[in-house]
């Protein structure tokens, strides 16, 4: 059950005082501004009948048939991330592109300047890498962070990086979008951590995890506090291994109908192969996905990570162009941003 207060949660006193005396546990989620109390399901319609007439309250939720709350769609019907100037809804289909590993600034520079000249909001680079083997590329660190910083500010873009280690939460304070990567999907004290800076987080799905646990750590990330969550189908581990991974993109639909949280898909890690981001992308966005994260190197043969899968600037730019049309072709019609 959630109940959403007049004021804030933890200044509804009349409300915290009934649940106290009765004995019913409840979690203030610690959204900066969060006027919800999430209250436990046992005895849901007693509670309601005790809490109803409480001064506190403006709307109570409840007889949720979803084991969610705050990520639910049942409680929120169809709030839409405003990332300032960007909509993840329906109408759009957002893109977040860039190199696996941020390498030096020339690269960011050619990878930016097609991003911003192709109107997109955002770049991706990680500065932190989990690499399968010890001996591969383990990212530029801060440095890379201050690259990926300056190249943002110069080509007016909203950066997306991944943190690895709750040792770096500091560092990660001017990144605009945090990435919590599918190694650590379920890293619960990391999810706490990032939570608490108050930020939007790009969540990928472990490639082992079932929807559920993907969601309840997306539940992790709203009741700790982060600003909101976008949900990232990256591919799951199957039997087959033809391609890097399998992109469930039933799960983009399935995720719809339970939760209000957009939903984007990252083509390259799923397929693991250039050739096929083009036509994986196409095919989320017309199974309303709210978007992609895709790998772009200037030169992918020569990149540190992921050159196999990470597109060719121009690639990239036959991709937009591709997608644009799509949209046209769509519904009433999907911006590409
Ligand atoms: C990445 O985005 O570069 C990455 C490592 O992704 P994932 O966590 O999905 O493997
Ligand atoms: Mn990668």
């Known amino acids: 059950m959630i109940v959403t207060v007049k004021t804030t949660n933890k200044e509804s006193k009349e409300l915290l005082s009934i649940l106290d005396k009765a004995k019913i546990k409840y979690f203030l989620p610690k959204n900066i501004k969060s006027k919800w109390v999430v209250i436990e399901r046992k005895d ?16 109570i939720s409840y007889h949720n048939p979803y084991p969610y709350e705050l990520i639910s769609r049942y409680f929120i019907n169809n709030q839409i991330l405003k990332f300032p100037a960007v909509d993840f809804s329906d109408k759009n289909f957002v893109l977040i592109a860039g190199p696996c590993s941020i390498e030096n600034s020339q690269q960011c520079e050619k990878v930016a300047s097609i991003c911003e000249n192709n109107h997109l909001h955002f770049f991706r680079g990680g500065a932190y890498k989990m690499r399968t083997s010890p001996y591969d590329f383990q990212g530029l660190g801060e440095e890379g962070l201050k690259i990926l910083g300056n190249t943002c500010k110069k080509h007016h873009l909203y950066s997306v990086s991944e943190i690895v280690s709750t040792d770096d939460i500091d560092k990660f304070k001017d990144v605009d979008i945090i990435q919590i990567g599918a190694r650590n999907m379920q ?40 600003e909101y969550v976008i949900l990232c189908e ?39 192969r250039r050739d096929l981001v083009e036509s994986m992308t196409m095919a989320a966005m017309a199974g309303g996905a709210h978007g992609a994260i895709i790998e772009v190197h200037p030169d992918p043969d020569k990149a540190l990570s992921d050159g196999k899968q990470s597109l060719t600037l121009e690639g990239f730019e036959i991709l937009k162009k591709k997608l644009d049309k799509l949209g046209k072709a769509i519904d009433d019609g999907k911006n590409v941003l």
């Open 44 to 59: 849901e319609d007693k509670t309601y009948e005790l809490i109803k007439d409480c001064s506190d309250i403006e709307s």
């Open 187 to 226: 890293n619960y004290d990391l999810l706490k951590k990032v939570a608490a800076l108050h930020k939007v987080v790009l969540l990928k799905r472990g490639f082992g995890a079932k929807i559920n646990e993907f969601l309840y750590s997306a539940e992790y990330l709203m009741l700790y506090g982060a």
């Open 234 to 272: 990256r591919g799951i581990r199957t039997f087959d291994d033809e391609t890097r991974f399998t992109l469930d993109l039933g799960m983009v639909s399935y995720l719809k109908t339970v939760t209000y949280l957009p939903i984007i898909v990252d083509p390259s890690h799923a397929s693991g």
